[in-house]
């Protein structure tokens, strides 16, 4: 099991500039979510999907788009980057939407210019 | 809304000692989970812990355990025979029946382990 894997790692992006920061999970798990974390603060949830095709959004869902076409793979898109969204991302998933811990991805850090 | 409270910063422990973090949550729901996730400067986010709240039991997992007081909304950790590999921020989280398995996460605790 590879568990919930994050691609890339790293990225810098200039202003204006869009792309597709990938997540993909080999648990057959039916929820995932992303979450950005900022200095000082604990995590935020962005985006999330409890199946495939079904997705909403959370706290912080201005700037980024999702998709969910099947169970394993959750993309996060940044239309247009800004400088308010350098952070650190994470993709979780788990088994339902209740009761089971979120397993989460290494995280990709973004930096915005 | 359930909100998530750390209020420490900042804490440190020697080596083989015990240390304990606090956390404090706000909600109107009777039917929860509550959970403390170890992020070490490789940046992964690491369960620790898992508490149900309709548990009275106190969760335990090797040297961690919590206590949960459920009337004070309290949820602290302690950690035992502290080892320098527990160095890293501890954030407490809360998911609840109604969140549509949203994580609230408090701003995290960080832990420094002196040798």
């Known amino acids: 099991n590879a568990g919930v894997t994050q691609t890339p790692k790293f990225q810098v992006l200039k202003t204006g500039q869009s792309m597709t920061l990938q997540c993909a999970q080999d648990m057959n798990h039916e929820y995932m979510s992303w979450y950005r974390q900022d200095p000082g603060m604990g995590l935020r949830l962005i985006h999330y999907?409890?199946?495939?095709?079904?997705?909403d959004q959370g706290e912080v869902p201005n700037g980024y788009n999702v998709s969910r076409s099947t169970t394993e793979d959750f993309p996060l898109r940044l239309l247009s980057a800004a400088p308010s969204q350098t952070s650190v991302y994470f993709c979780?998933?788990?088994?339902?939407?209740?009761?089971?811990?979120?397993?989460f991805g290494p995280g990709t850090r973004l930096t915005v210019t | 809304a359930q909100t998530v409270t750390q209020s420490q910063p900042e804490m440190s422990v020697q080596e083989a000692e015990t240390v304990t973090l606090s956390c404090t949550y706000d909600?109107?729901?009777?039917?929860?989970?509550l959970f403390w996730y170890k992020q070490p400067p490789s940046r992964q986010m690491i369960l620790v812990i898992r508490?149900?709240?309709?548990?009275?039991q106190n969760a335990t997992e090797n040297r961690f355990s919590v206590n949960f007081q459920k009337a004070a909304k309290s949820f602290s950790l302690k950690i035992s025979d502290s080892q320098l590999g527990d160095a890293a921020m501890y954030f407490c989280?809360?998911?609840?029946?109604?969140?549509?398995?949203?994580?609230?996460f408090g701003q995290g605790t960080t832990l420094q382990v002196k040798p």
């Open positions: 909600t109107s729901e009777s039917d929860y989970y």
């Open positions: 999907s409890v199946g495939a095709g079904i997705t």
């Open positions: 979780a998933s788990s088994y339902d939407d209740v009761s089971y811990e979120q397993y």
């Open positions: 989280a809360y998911r609840g029946s109604s969140n549509t398995g949203k994580l609230i």
């Open positions: 508490q149900e709240a309709y548990k009275q």
